[in-house]
């Protein structure tokens, strides 16, 4: 059973048009992470949260903002996406244990 | 900034062939994580090592943390279509507080049936 799951798996939007990406989970975990993957490349890390305490990645673009309003549930908003922006986009959580645990993650197409 | 390298960054293989991909770096780690991810999928955990020397083994991959534990490899026996997809090694540190995860910069590994 999956254990971190992002709605939609894929999400096709207009240049400029807002859209927001989801994640839940079942593992209670504190930690949890939002990626963003281009092509054969490593994810790269946009926010973290520890709990409600947000961390933003230095060089994570405004255009991304994220909300976490409970312990299940994560959201990435682009607010205004370019072209640039399309990739897949991972969610993932963290255990005690340290270990991540990703969702399939959002393949985004900007048009 | 920690680096994690790994390479090759791209290898293709006949099936039944073995190869190495090496995961290096400059620091040490706590630990280090092996993924695999297939096309349009998340990355999936294949092992964790945390003992400078540990050797682990899951089916017909080893996996080898350096006396060091500053670099890793992993090997595939006699390979598989299978075993297409990106592997990624992953270590863990401390950035202002919180655990931060650092990524290797990945493999692609084809094999070809």
């Known amino acids: 059973d999956a254990m971190v799951i992002q709605n939609p798996r894929y999400q096709v939007t207009q240049f400029g048009k807002p859209v927001t990406l989801s994640c839940s989970q079942t593992l209670n975990h504190n930690v949890m992470y939002w990626y963003q993957q281009k092509s054969s490349q490593a994810p790269k890390l946009l926010f973290h949260?520890?709990?409600?305490?947000?961390?933003n990645e230095a060089d994570t673009p405004d255009n991304f903002q994220s909300r976490r309003p409970n312990t299940s549930f994560c959201f990435l908003d682009i607010r205004s996406p370019g072209l640039g922006d399309a990739a897949m986009y991972l969610c993932?959580?963290?255990?005690?244990?340290?270990?991540?645990?990703f969702g399939a993650g959002t393949r985004l197409s900007v048009l | 900034t920690q680096l994690l390298e790994q390479s090759p960054q791209f290898l293709s293989i006949q099936e039944g062939e073995n190869l190495t991909v090496y995961c290096n770096s400059s620091?040490?780690?706590?630990?280090l994580q092996w993924y695999r991810q297939e096309p349009g999928e998340g990355p999936v955990l294949l092992v964790t090592v945390v003992t400078g020397g540990e050797v682990k083994k899951l089916k017909r991959l080893t996996f080898q943390f350096g006396d060091a534990r500053k670099d890793s490899s992993l090997h595939i026996t006699a390979a598989q279509p299978g075993d297409t997809g990106l592997y990624l090694c992953?270590?863990?540190?401390?950035?202002?507080?919180?655990?931060?995860?650092?990524f290797g910069t990945g493999t692609k590994l084809q094999v070809i049936p």
């Open positions: 620091s040490v780690f706590s630990s």
């Open positions: 993932a959580t963290r255990g005690r244990e340290g270990i991540q645990y």
């Open positions: 949260y520890y709990d409600k305490d947000f961390n």
């Open positions: 992953a270590a863990q540190s401390r950035a202002g507080g919180y655990q931060k995860v650092t």
